[in-house]
């Protein structure tokens, strides 16, 4: 039951035969009132732009979605972040979904580091050093974005998108894996045997 405790009111799920039984499945762990107004790269912009590019949708074609995905477009216009075209697709300007992806998780990030007397690092600006690659999972929530997990390392606080089959928890150790794609970065979380490599490789580093 733990992916309907961390829901909010209003959010989406999908019930998939499992069995005997359903297996939960999470689309949007964020209402859709939210999303419409939000400074977030959002469930809906996601699939906004799988409609732009003629991509399989993934999200619901229910009468409140669409609502939805209309009312988005048109914050999304208004805020200068793209434009429709006359057959009503939503377009988003290059770089603008990379941009409130980046807001939203660099204020995440900075509330959780002055809560706790931290400096928050942009790890796609400043990425960790090999010495630097092991962190551990301070706090994981649910953001516009994903399942975010907010990371610490000495005085240091960083968050990273979790994807969505990862197992994490509060207190785990997670390496880092730094993927560049063109002018954009992403950062990976590593786990398991691929942690001990990393945690192997940074220790000889260090030394």
Same mark, same amino acid.
């Given at each position: 039951?733990?992916?309907?405790?961390?829901?909010?009111?209003?959010?989406?799920?999908?019930?998939?035969?499992?069995?005997?039984?359903?297996?939960?499945?999470?689309?949007?762990? /964020?209402?859709?009132? @939210?999303?419409?107004?939000?400074?977030?790269?959002?469930?809906?912009?996601?699939?906004?732009?799988?409609?732009?590019?003629?991509? $399989?949708?993934?999200?619901?074609?229910?009468?409140? +979605?669409? @609502?939805?995905?209309?009312?988005?477009?048109?914050?999304?216009?208004?805020?200068? &972040?793209?434009?429709?075209?006359?057959?009503?697709?939503?377009?988003? /300007?290059?770089? @603008?979904?990379?941009?409130?992806?980046?807001?939203?998780?660099?204020?995440?990030?900075?509330?959780?580091?002055?809560?706790?007397?931290?400096?928050?690092?942009?790890?796609?600006?400043?990425?960790?050093?090999?010495?630097?690659? +092991? &962190?551990? @999972?301070?706090?994981?929530?649910?953001?516009?974005?994903?399942?975010?997990?907010?990371?610490?390392?000495?005085?240091?606080?960083?968050? *990273?998108?979790? $994807?969505?089959?990862?197992?994490?928890?509060?207190?785990?150790? +997670?390496?880092? $894996?730094?993927?560049?794609?063109?002018?954009?970065?992403?950062?990976?979380? *590593?786990?398991?045997?691929?942690?001990?490599?990393?945690?192997?490789?940074?220790?000889?580093?260090?030394?």
């Amino acid at each position: 039951m733990r992916e309907i405790e961390r829901l909010e009111q209003g959010s989406l799920v999908a019930l998939k035969p499992a069995g005997r039984g359903a297996e939960i499945e999470v689309i949007s762990a /964020r209402s859709l009132e @939210a999303q419409v107004r939000a400074r977030a790269d959002t469930p809906l912009d996601r699939e906004l732009d799988r409609i732009a590019r003629g991509q $399989k949708r993934e999200l619901p074609q229910l009468e409140r +979605v669409e @609502a939805a995905l209309g009312e988005r477009a048109q914050h999304l216009e208004r805020e200068g &972040w793209g434009l429709r075209s006359e057959s009503g697709k939503f377009y988003f /300007r290059d770089g @603008a979904r990379e941009a409130l992806r980046a807001g939203e998780l660099d204020r995440a990030g900075l509330d959780h580091a002055r809560e706790h007397g931290l400096a928050y690092r942009d790890l796609s600006f400043d990425p960790p050093l090999a010495a630097e690659q +092991v &962190w551990q @999972a301070r706090e994981v929530k649910e953001l516009f974005a994903g399942r975010t997990a907010l990371l610490g390392r000495g005085h240091e606080i960083a968050a *990273v998108i979790v $994807k969505p089959k990862l197992e994490l928890s509060i207190g785990d150790d +997670v390496g880092l $894996k730094l993927i560049e794609r063109g002018t954009a970065r992403t950062l990976d979380l *590593v786990v398991g045997k691929e942690l001990e490599l990393t945690r192997t490789i940074g220790l000889g580093l260090g030394r």
